[in-house]
T-cell receptor
Framework: GQSLEQPSEVTAVEGAIVQINCTYQ??????LSWYQQHDGGAPTFLSY????GLEETGRFSSFLSRSDSYGYLLLQELQMKDSASYFC??????????FGSGTKLNVKP | DTEVTQTPKHLVMGMTNKKSLKCEQH?????MYWYKQKAKKPPELMFV???????INESVPSRFSPECPNSSLLNLHLHALQPEDSALYLC??????????????FGPGTRLTVT
């Protein structure tokens, strides 16, 4: 499968802004998604970028730069409930989704 | 209905047993997926069905056998598993309509333990 790189862990305080980066391989790449997964839960879809630029969905925004093979998820006004693992997932040919290594976000009061 | 359901929630099986995992969605999605997830690791793609046909098998051992009886159902048949196959097995679906395949809906998963 394809390799996607993310930082393993990020810590921030309530109300802060945090950015989680993701780099991916370009061969056959269609677009980049982001998923949130709480301990013991299933991944839930947050955002998707097919084109370069910023997509905003409430407190969450996602960015893609195809020329840099890079994207990020931006979380604003952090809340305690945002403590979870965040995965980037790249879509390749034939509906192949490959997930990044995951970033554990710890939000502290 | 935006839900993907999976049964059973938990399964304990011996290495000589045969069991099946079931997944169902009623969103009209035409792509369905099986993933395996070990603790503190990302989901790993196993199989992709597109329009009820197997389109991707990510070199999964033959002791895992997928089946798509119709557009709403996906099964994963298990036989002669190994302890290292113990994991959370996630089913997902997506619309698979040109540009709208990007969002996957995941079921809650089946927690499998092989003894």
């Amino acid at each position: 499968g394809q390799s996607l790189e993310q930082p393993s862990e990020v810590t921030a305080v309530e109300g802060a802004i945090v950015q989680i980066n993701c780099t991916y391989q370009t061969s056959g790449f269609y677009g980049l998604s982001w998923y949130q997964q709480h301990d013991g839960g299933a991944p839930t879809f947050l955002s998707y970028n097919a084109l370069d630029g910023l997509e905003e969905t409430g407190r969450f925004s996602s960015f893609l730069s195809r020329s840099d093979s890079y994207g990020y998820l931006l979380l604003q006004e952090l809340q305690m409930k945002d403590s979870a693992s965040y995965f980037c997932a790249a879509l390749y040919n034939f509906n192949k989704f490959y997930f990044g290594s995951g970033t554990k976000l710890n939000v502290k009061p | 209905d935006t839900e993907v359901t999976q049964t059973p929630k938990h399964l304990v099986m011996g290495m000589t047993n045969k069991k099946s995992l079931k997944c169902e969605q009623h969103m009209g999605h035409r792509a369905m997926y099986w993933y395996k997830q070990k603790a503190k690791k990302p989901p790993e793609l196993m199989f992709v069905y597109s329009y009820e046909k197997l389109s991707i098998n990510e070199s999964v051992p033959s002791r895992f056998s997928p089946e798509c009886p119709n557009s709403s159902l996906l099964n994963l048949h298990l036989h002669a598993l190994q302890p290292e196959d113990s994991a959370l097995y996630l089913c997902a679906s997506s619309p698979d309509e040109g540009g709208s395949s990007y969002e996957q809906y995941f079921g809650p998963g089946t927690r499998l333990t092989v003894t």
